[in-house]
Nanobody, 123 residues
């Protein structure tokens, strides 16, 4: 089974940027990967996903134009570049593997969750 480890979180002021990394190990070939986030007292929510093969990506509406998901297949790593951060982006960010159909945003269609990395945006 693939193992995922997130890193890169931290504290940033509103309007700032952070880059998160999701390092994959194990049988990684062909696994489509997504980022989710969970704010205190809220459900874990989809952020963005990327295909391991090809150029396919999709995002939740609230981050379009601000966040960019990318991958380096040689390093088995998926990135989330977050720009123009807002206080409402504050959350624990997770990466996960897609096991459902392409385009799904339901957490039930993902597995191999990492431990998460905390992002805090101050106003």
């Amino acid at each position: 089974q693939v193992q995922l480890v997130e890193s890169g979180g931290g504290l940033v002021q509103a309007g700032g940027s952070l880059s998160l990394s999701c390092a994959a190990s194990g049988p990684t070939f062909g696994n489509n990967i997504a980022w989710f986030r969970q704010a205190p007292g809220k459900e874990r929510a989809f952020v963005a996903a990327i295909a391991w093969i090809g150029t396919g990506t999709y995002y939740t509406d609230s981050v379009k134009g601000r966040f960019t998901i990318s991958r380096d297949s040689a390093k088995n790593t998926v990135y989330l570049q977050m720009n123009s951060l807002k206080p409402e982006d504050t959350a624990l960010y997770f990466c996960a593997r897609l096991v459902g159909g392409w385009g799904t945003r339901s957490r039930n269609d993902y597995d191999s969750w990492g431990q998460g990395t905390q992002v805090t945006v101050s106003s």
